[in-house]
């Protein structure tokens, strides 16, 4: 289209009404019944001004409207009878010329428009303001709606009186939907938002809460197994004991929880510095060799580069490797073997955590980093805890430009490996 559709409703009233020139049934009497008012008189559009405004107009314009294939253009009548029908108009509404010419154009409102006196209401408009617009429903012949957006432009001749009306109509339905399925979509996640929001400050609250009475209970039991409270038996020993480690766990969940919401919410700093990776690895194999004592695990440490320097914050990364030998540990059958390892290439420090223990399916290898995931977790499992520490770990590993990934075989056992930038 060489001219912009909108450019139709400024051009003068002779042209506009070029568009009705060649209609066979443009001096066809209007339709009786077809009126929005059966009092409203009907004139012969052949007997009017806008036949003879229409005969005079031009053959190009005529041809450029009648091309026209995306817009609905049309003329209308003073009463608001149709006078001319583009290929546009009968694509989108579903009427030829020779049914829809002499109509009144209300046929395309739904009923209660219709009662509620709408399209004339939108022509007297037009008439006193010179155009009216709108965006809203229309109907096609087969009965079905569509969203539309209408432009009503007053045509009146040389002494300014009033000989019809050109009409625009674009077929917007599609983009409403799409405008509709993003509004959606937004509240949605705007819904999301608020209940991760409300999820994380609970979440805090929660272990803030809990953390007072478990360190109180951790207390307590300290000061019965001193014997402050009294000679205390092997047997309550041994129930003080359950009590205390039971505490602990749960002081761990507490703070998995508390890291997790921190980290929710972006209230966790990093202090980032060259760190030694091999001083990393000792300090945590040693907080890390009674629970494999515990469990017949060998825990050994194989590095054989001792120039692995990081950049990252010591307290994170020592947190990291800590929680990836408990899993490993945890996972790992009497008898099995967990082995850390450190590397170097050009631009990466490498901390590599591998065991000898259950493995993990190929399709699982991501979804084990997710919040509150745990494989293999059921009733009667032994693996204890809530399935953040993968999720923290990576979260934290990422946070330090740097990453957290598995490799992993089932029955033989997986190797996870933390990234990090390395110090120049």
Known sequence: MLVPIDASVHLPARALMAAAENHSHSNRPP???NTPSEGTPIIPIANTRLAETIKHGGRIYQLMVESVRDYAIFV????GHVA???HGAERMKGYSSDE????HFSVFYPREAIESGHPQHELEIAA????FEEDAYRLRKDGSLFWASVVITAVRDENDNLIGFAKVTRDLTERRNAEQRALADARRLAESEAANVAKTEFLAAMSHELRTPLN???GYAELLTLGLGGPVSSQQADYLDRIRRSQQHLMGIISDLL????IETGQITYDIAPISLLHVIEAAAKLAEPQAEAKGVSLAIDVAETGCIALGDRTKVDQILLNLLSNAIKFTMPKGTVKVQCGVSANVASINVIDTGVGIPGDKLETIFEPFVQLGRSLSSAHEGMGLGLAISRDLARAMNGDLSVRSTVGAGSTFTLNLPRAQ
């Open 31 to 33: 339709r009786s019944g």
């Open 100 to 103: 829809i010419i002499g109509q």
């Open 128 to 131: 006193r303001d010179g155009t």
């Open 259 to 262: 890291n997790f919401s921190r």
């Open 84 to 86: 001319s029908w583009n």
């Open 76 to 79: 209308l009548d003073p009463n």
């Open 216 to 218: 109180a209970i951790g």
